[in-house]
């Protein structure tokens, strides 16, 4: 069975540039995240999908950050515009379930996003 | 969320078991004790979790104080493949099903 998969798997942009990040989650996992660690931080969540809708959405660090997914497969994360603060790796997760133990969330090798 | 405290860094020999020691003195009744670690150039990867029995698995095990303000993961032979950032994280399905990362304890493994 296929992991969970990112691409690209490194991004180089220009300060104000556009890039979107992509996830493709296990085939049938209907929970799917971002995540993201900045220079010397800790990993951070961004967000959480249920299928198609945003269950979470707290971790979202402004209005230049935009998640998608659209029929509740893949999952597209773009910057617009990129700011040098935003350089980071960006990671994908996905699980099958919530409910009393929450299974446990499978993450992708993420995108190393760098802005320069 | 509760918040756990680990050490920064251990060290192991290869071949020898090892405890990585994690405290949640704040934890409450509801909140599901779950490991990950982080390899090299790797993203996360899921371990083990419990809640209030130890637990045991083709990976690690994990022990639970009696009395939830503490666990402990071993690992029963360490290999140099074991060197990573472990991770505890307490995961309330009531609050969400985000993790919460903490600084994680580095292991090394010597051979």
């Known amino acids: 069975e296929a992991g969970v998969t990112q691409f690209p798997s490194h991004s180089v942009i220009e300060k104000g540039q556009t890039v979107t990040l992509r996830c493709d989650p296990i085939s049938g996992h209907d929970n799917l995240y971002w995540y993201r660690r900045v220079m010397g931080k800790e990993i951070k969540f961004l967000l959480h999908f249920v299928k198609e809708s945003k269950q979470d959405e707290s971790g979202m660090p402004n209005n230049r950050f935009l998640a998608e997914r659209t029929g509740g497969t893949y999952s597209t994360l773009k910057v617009q515009p990129a700011e040098l603060e935003d350089s980071g790796v960006y990671f994908c997760?996905?699980?099958?379930?919530?409910?009393?133990?929450?299974?446990?969330?499978?993450f992708g090798p993420g995108t190393r996003l760098t802005v320069t | 969320d509760a918040k756990t405290t680990q050490p920064n860094s251990m060290e192991s020999n290869e071949e020898e078991p090892v405890h990585l020691p994690c405290n949640h003195s704040?934890?409450?009744?509801?909140?599901?004790i779950h490991w990950y670690r982080q390899l090299p150039s790797q993203g996360p990867e899921y371990v083990i979790h419990g809640l209030t029995s130890n637990v045991n698995n083709r990976m690690a095990s994990l022990a639970i104080a009696e009395d939830r303000k503490s666990s402990t993961l071993i690992l029963h032979r360490a290999t140099l493949r074991d060197a990573a950032v472990y991770y505890c994280i307490l995961l309330n399905n009531n609050a969400g099903n985000m993790l919460t990362f903490g600084g994680g304890t580095r292991l090394m493994v010597k051979p």
């Open positions: 704040t934890i409450s009744g509801t909140d599901y």
């Open positions: 997760a996905s699980s099958f379930r919530t409910g009393l133990s929450a299974s446990e969330q499978y």
